[in-house]
């Protein structure tokens, strides 16, 4: 990102030291500083216990073997062809088609106990790395590449990379479509280097989000593991380089096009922040780690209110009387914000016209939104209005009086995709009117909330003649920056055709995102325990949706639908116009379990304990005074057993004695037990800490498509 960023601090200190060890979260990171290289890491991952000095520095050091350099080589930080380095370089730079290749002149290093920052100069290039370990124990590293030169320098590529031990042999990532978002894959790592790269302009809804490297065997629960995470809404880099002759290496970054980046004399390009996370508790141990990270950064408002919005319930199909009605409904069952979705604005009758003219359709609406919105306010609701700020349609107002403002190359827009363009926002103008624009929008009707969409890939991305996704993301991260700098307490939603957009790029500037279209909650419990690796659950959305679901046409139970949405930022994408008593008296009941639920919801550890049977989903939530819990039980498959297998419950204090029972709002479904276990009969069972951890308790059977949610408290706490 090519931004007036403050200059990394790098205050020389001679002479440095030759170790500089980094510790926090119960994670250490140790550096051996060189005066002409770049550091190396000499360990990324457990504390180590007392003082490190240049031991550990020899005991790591390695020999020459046959037919190698004839002296050691450093495995640095940024390592390049001129390290001695056989894989992906850490940074690539071009003068005139030529390749710069940096022999530093001076090395500054400038660290306390949780960040080093590093200044590496040549006679016309300087590079600058930082890393810095948080509380949750999550390495944050970024760079960035000053042009000291009198020519214009090109950046190709500026990507971070970390070592990991020897030992791993099996790597996790993700992939996905539209609607099946981050589909995990997994497979045995294999000596070279690995790629998978996104060339979207966005995330893209098959992002690999994390890579993880690990020993075979490693699961959610169970196992030694690192990861990276790119905090990048665009095209991106993840590499692994398993090469002979060096320990494996684990990196991610802004994948950059050729000529994207070019610096004139004095400037200077930064990369995103990248995310390296460790943890010896497997995957859901990363989670935790990144949860932390990622609450200990966000401003999002907590409680997290219950959401209801509009798209699955008119479509396009606006008007005052009915959506009135809708919020009246609403609010009976315990709805706390109302987002009124695409369609309300001028000419909007369909999804082939009208983005980019974000004015309210006086046809539809002859009062303006203030008759529905008074009404929702009326009710006790918060109202919220969906936008696409980034995209514009041929047929509108917009496009047809500047068509030089679309993103295209040599004054053609690129392909149409859901009847669409992308504007240039890195063009100036086009920024200041979508700010100015939605400014005016959320003053006349003091929006609390924007669900700000992005529906479809950036294929020809040129900004100035050039390759311009860069220049295009960080030009939407501005825009967002400026509306909240401009309205502080307004909170963003960040939906990409669903999940196209989920990374810590965005998630910075963003209160939630939208994980998927798909409200079908067995595809969606798939969907939301693999994003919940990187998000913590009351940042993803989480709707109950119609007993039909839209986008696969599967029915599902209202139980199911609620148990799968009560973990997240729960919400409602359903007409309840259409509902009968009864459903509205089940989800006014799963609401009000949720609300009650929601303090320890939205704060607490979340894990995916492994289940004595493969159709089965479990989720725990725990408070972490491990005082409290949150079990939820859902059966996806059938299995061959008839006796339902012992549910066991880690992570309370083994000493404590805890009361268990089934989250009373909630409808049970009807299981197909001729008697229910004897405790459930009983309504609660009263159980150690350990012996839920190693014992458990007989849930009753179930169907699939079935869920079972308990609570369990420690006696004394409600």
Request: with cysteine; net charge negative.
């Amino acid at each position: 990102m090519t931004t007036p960023d403050t200059p990394v601090h790098a205050t020389p200190k001679p002479p440095h030291p030759s170790l500089v060890h980094l510790s926090n979260g119960g994670v250490d990171l140790v550096l051996a500083c060189h005066d002409h290289a770049l550091p190396e890491v000499l360990h990324w991952g457990g504390p180590l216990h007392g003082a490190v000095d240049d031991a550990l520095a020899t005991a790591s050091a390695h020999g020459v073997g046959p037919s190698a350099l004839d002296e050691p080589w450093p495995l640095t930080l940024a390592p390049t062809d001129t390290d001695g380095w056989a894989g992906r370089p850490g940074f690539a730079l071009h003068r005139h088609g030529l390749a710069v290749l940096p022999r530093w002149e001076r090395i500054d290093v400038d660290h306390d106990a949780h960040r080093i920052d590093v200044r590496a100069e040549s006679s016309d290039v300087a590079l600058m790395i930082s890393l810095r370990i948080d509380l949750a124990g999550v390495v944050w590293w970024q760079a960035r590449i000053e042009n000291l030169g009198d020519d214009d320098l090109d950046v190709a590529a500026l990507e971070a990379a970390l070592p990991v031990p020897d030992g791993v042999d099996e790597v996790l990532d993700f992939s996905g479509r539209w609607t099946r978002e981050r589909a995990p894959q997994r497979a045995p790592l294999r000596e070279g280097t690995r790629v998978r790269e996104t060339r979207r302009g966005r995330t893209g809804h098959d992002s690999p989000m994390v890579t993880v490297l690990g020993r075979s065997g490693f699961d959610a629960s169970h196992g030694e593991v690192w990861a990276v995470h790119a905090a990048w809404s665009a095209d991106a880099v993840y590499r692994v380089d398993a090469l002979p002759e060096s320990p494996p290496v684990l990196g991610a970054g802004a994948l950059l096009r050729p000529g994207e980046i070019s610096l004139p004399p004095g400037a200077s390009h930064s990369s995103p922040e990248v995310a390296f996370v460790w943890s010896s508790e497997g995957l859901d141990g990363l989670a935790t780690r990144l949860h932390c990270a990622v609450r200990a950064r966000s401003r999002a408002p907590h409680p997290r209110p219950v959401t209801l919005n509009t798209w699955e319930a008119v479509y396009f199909q606006h008007d005052t009387q009915r959506l009135t009605k809708l919020a009246d409904v609403a609010s009976s069952v315990g709805v706390e914000r109302f987002v009124l979705d695409d369609g309300w604005f001028r000419g909007r009758r369909s999804d082939a016209s009208s983005l980019g003219d974000w004015t309210v359709d006086g046809d539809v609406w002859p009062d303006g939104l203030h008759p529905l919105v008074d009404h929702v306010r009326g009710l006790g609701m918060q109202f919220g209005l969906w936008f696409e700020p980034e995209m514009v349609s041929p047929d509108s107002d917009l496009a047809r009086s500047r068509p030089e403002w679309l993103l295209g190359h040599r004054g053609e827009s690129e392909r149409t995709w859901r009847g669409q363009h992308a504007l240039d926002l890195a063009n100036s103008d086009v920024s200041q009117y979508l700010l100015d624009s939605i400014t005016a929008l959320v003053e006349e009707y003091s929006l609390d909330y924007i669900k700000w969409d992005h529906n479809r890939d950036l294929l020809v991305s040129v900004h100035a003649g050039r390759h311009g996704t860069v220049a295009q993301t960080v030009a939407a991260y501005g825009l967002i920056d400026a509306l909240r700098a401009r309205f502080p307490t307004l909170e963003i939603e960040s939906c990409a055709s669903g999940g196209a957009r989920v990374d810590l790029g965005i998630l910075s500037r963003t209160d939630r995102i939208w994980p998927s279209d798909t409200n079908d909650p067995l595809e969606r419990l798939e969907i939301q325990r693999w994003t919940e690796l990187l998000v913590p659950p009351e940042m993803i959305g989480a709707h109950v949706g119609p007993d039909v679901a839209h986008t696969t046409q599967r029915h599902s139970a209202l139980s199911l639908r609620i148990a799968t949405a009560l973990t997240g930022a729960m919400g409602i994408e359903w007409d309840l116009t259409t509902c009968s008593d009864e459903e509205l008296d089940e989800l006014r009941a799963g609401i009000s379990a949720h609300v009650r639920l929601r303090p320890l919801l939205h704060s607490g550890t979340v894990a995916h304990p492994p289940t004595a049977e493969p159709g089965l989903r479990l989720t725990t939530v725990t408070s972490h005074d491990r005082r409290s819990a949150v079990v939820r039980l859902v059966r996806v498959a059938s299995d061959g057993r008839s006796l339902p297998a012992m549910l066991r419950v880690p992570g309370l204090e083994p000493h404590r004695t805890y009361a268990v029972r089934p989250v009373e709002e909630l409808r049970s479904p009807r299981y197909p037990d001729l008697k229910p276990p004897p405790w459930l009969r009983d309504g609660a069972v009263r159980l150690t800490g350990s012996a839920l951890a190693h014992v458990g308790v007989r849930p009753p059977s179930l169907d699939p498509g079935q869920a079972f949610v308990i609570e369990i408290h420690a006696d004394g706490t409600t």
